[in-house]
């Protein structure tokens, strides 16, 4: 059977249209390695910082947060920095609680909010965490690579970055 020349027309148009929306196989094989590291990354790290500082990745990408803030940092205001999903938010702070590493405190001028401020037990374990997610980042991430390998990476992320973080829903825009 043979197509028309509006037919076959059609249907080059639809693969061109097709070509435009799908990405080139190189791309696809940029982002399943990004992909693929970035999740291995992550697993590796969150392991190396519960062994080494008896806390997981959620726990320490809160405490970072709080680092700078001595007066504290709103609930929701801590919920929308964090880099994790604010699923289980209250439950990883109620944990940070309970072991002494935050507290919970209620402003006198505004009796509404939370503050969550880190405890000087928080900081000494902040510290800690630091130096051997510092030494994981390097192990596993940095030594890897070139001076210019880390600019283009940087480069690169620095624009996904800009695309990509005002698209989270609940998150600081910026």
């Given at each position: ?14 693969q ?13 094989t ?15 790290l ?112 620095e ?6 973080r ?9």
């Amino acid at each position: 059977m043979q197509l028309s020349i509006e037919e076959q027309l059609h249907s080059e148009l639809s693969q061109d249209e097709r070509s435009l929306s799908t990405p080139t196989p190189e791309r696809l094989t940029s982002w399943r390695l990004y992909f693929e590291s970035a999740l291995a990354l992550m697993s590796v790290l969150d392991a190396e910082l519960e062994r080494d500082a008896g806390i997981p990745m959620r726990s320490y990408d809160v405490l970072v947060h709080l680092e700078d803030a001595r007066d504290g940092v709103r609930m929701n205001e801590l919920a929308e920095r964090i880099l994790y999903s604010k699923s289980g938010f209250t439950r990883v702070v109620d944990r940070l609680e309970a072991e002494g590493l935050v507290r919970r405190v209620r402003p006198e001028n505004d009796r509404r909010s939370i503050l969550v401020v880190l405890t000087e037990q928080g900081r000494e374990l902040l510290e800690r965490a630091r130096a051997s997610h510092r030494r994981s980042i390097e192990q596993h991430f940095a030594r890897h690579l070139s001076d210019a390998d880390v600019k283009a990476l940087t480069r690169a992320l620095e624009k996904l970055s800009a695309h990509v973080r005002p698209l989270r829903p609940g998150r600081v825009r910026g």
